[in-house]
Each structure stands twice: as C-alpha cells, then as structure tokens.
C-alpha cells in the first residue's frame, strides 16, 4: 500500500460538468486536519469552477460513510488553539458545501458518526442505501456536535437533532433518517443508490446554472453567518477536547482498539 493510502487522500474526477470528491481514510473514514483541509479546498475549487455542474460527495468501502473526527489526532490536542484549528477544519468543509453555487449530492453507502452525519446534512441532496445508520457521538467523547449541530438542525429540525445529540451511543437506523430528513432517498442496495445518484447528477448537470444558483440560495437563506457561528463553536468543540473526561475516553478507546 503506497504511503498516501495510509494517510487517506482526497480524489476529484470531472466528467461532463459532473464533479466527484472522493475520501478515504484507513481507519473507518475517519477525518483527520490534512483530509478535512483538503475536502474543503477542494469543494471551495469545484464551486468556483464554471464548469462544475454538480458535486458528488463519496467516500470509499462499503460499511461506513464517515466516521466523524479522527481520534489520534483528538488525542494529540494539547491546546486550545490547536483544538479550535483542528474543529474548524470541519466548519471550514460545511463551509464551502454552503458556499458552492452548485448542488452537491452525498452518496451515503454506510454508517455516520458525529462529523460523518454533518456531512450527509450539509449535502443539498443525500441519497442512501440500508446500512446506513446515524449517531451523533459526541457527547460521550466529552464534546458536543457544536460544529455540525447547525447543519444536523437545519435538515432534521430541532427535535431530531436533540435526540441524536442527547443519546450519543443510540445507533438510528437508517430509515429514521430517510423519515426525518436525512436523507432524500433509501435504497435496498447499493447498485439502485448508485442508479439514482448518477440519474439526478446527469439531470443537474444539464439544469441550467443560473436557476440551480438561485435555488441553493433559497434553500440556505438565514446562514449568511455561519462563518462566524461555526468558527465559535469550533471554539468550544477545542476547549472541551481538553478534558480530563474527553482524555480518558479516547484513552480508553484507542486502547480497545488495539484488542
């Protein structure tokens, strides 16, 4: 395995106005500073692009979506600058998907977890397939999903974002998500997720720009001050990291890890 691999990487493909943004991290999809960086450049780049028609957000595997906030470099966190660098890499993605005059699809073929279920909602169109279950974890690291908790509320509602930021170790099934907003569509399979997802792309990608630029302007009217919001919870997010309670909980998780 190449070195890169190892780290994770960022992919991008372009093909016929069709931009795809692909992750991958070793360690279950997981989003480490140089991958969340370069998620958000690269999101920020295909926006800007004339030629960008639409932007499909992908990650690889087939078990998880994301699984939220990589927790070696959680566990490297010694201040609380260093912490509020680290979780504005995740305000800075949710960020540029808002931002992106076009609409960006997620493919969501597995599990999201805390940072992964901001992902999927900051996605103007989420479509998944059974398997794809949702936890908002933060709360039992000793955080809070304060930085994604904006976008997660946007698209589920208040109500629903509560349950999932109150019981942090409760799994919801992927049909919960479909049913509160989640996700635009479920399927059986991956093979009818991927059928839909490249029917919408090829759709959008023929839709006329200034219409869709429009649109996306409706759809996140009221968050003009997210650049601001998101940076001060990635403030709180970075001071709370500190604890002795988030230590020891990622102590003990890297710990099982290794079993």
Not at 100 to 127: E, F, H, M, S
Request: hydrophobic fraction near 45%; glycine fraction near 8%.
């Amino acid at each position: 395995m190449i070195e890169q691999f190892k780290e994770g990487y960022v992919k991008v493909e372009r093909e016929h106005g069709i931009v795809t943004i692909e992750f991958h991290h070793p360690q279950s999809n997981s989003l480490p500073g140089k991958i969340l960086d370069e998620l958000a450049k690269d999101i920020h780049a295909a926006g800007i692009d004339e030629s960008t028609k639409v932007i499909v957000l992908q990650s690889t595997g087939s078990k998880v979506f994301c699984s939220g906030a990589s927790f070696d470099e959680l566990a490297a966190i010694k201040t609380e600058a260093e912490g509020l660098k680290f979780f504005s890499g995740f305000a800075n993605v949710i960020n540029a998907m808002r931002k992106a005059p076009q609409l960006i699809i997620a493919r969501v073929q597995g599990k999201c977890v805390g940072g992964g279920v901001g992902l999927a909602a900051a996605a103007d169109y989420a479509i998944a397939c059974e398997g794809a279950e949702v936890k908002l974890s933060e709360l039992a690291v000793g955080i809070g999903p304060f930085v994604v908790g904006p976008a997660v509320e946007r698209k589920l509602g208040l109500s629903a974002f509560s349950q999932l930021a109150i019981d942090a170790s409760l799994w919801r099934p992927a049909d919960w998500a479909r049913r509160k907003g989640l996700f635009a569509e479920l399927h059986n399979d991956v093979a009818g997720m991927d059928d839909s997802i490249a029917r919408l792309s090829t759709s959008l990608s023929k839709a006329s720009p200034d219409a869709v630029k429009e649109l996306k302007k409706i759809f996140w009217q009221g968050t003009e001050h997210w650049d601001e919001l998101l940076k001060e919870r990635a403030a709180i997010s970075g001071k709370l990291i500190l604890s002795d309670f988030s230590k020891n909980f990622i102590a003990k998780f890297k710990e099982k890890q290794k079993k």
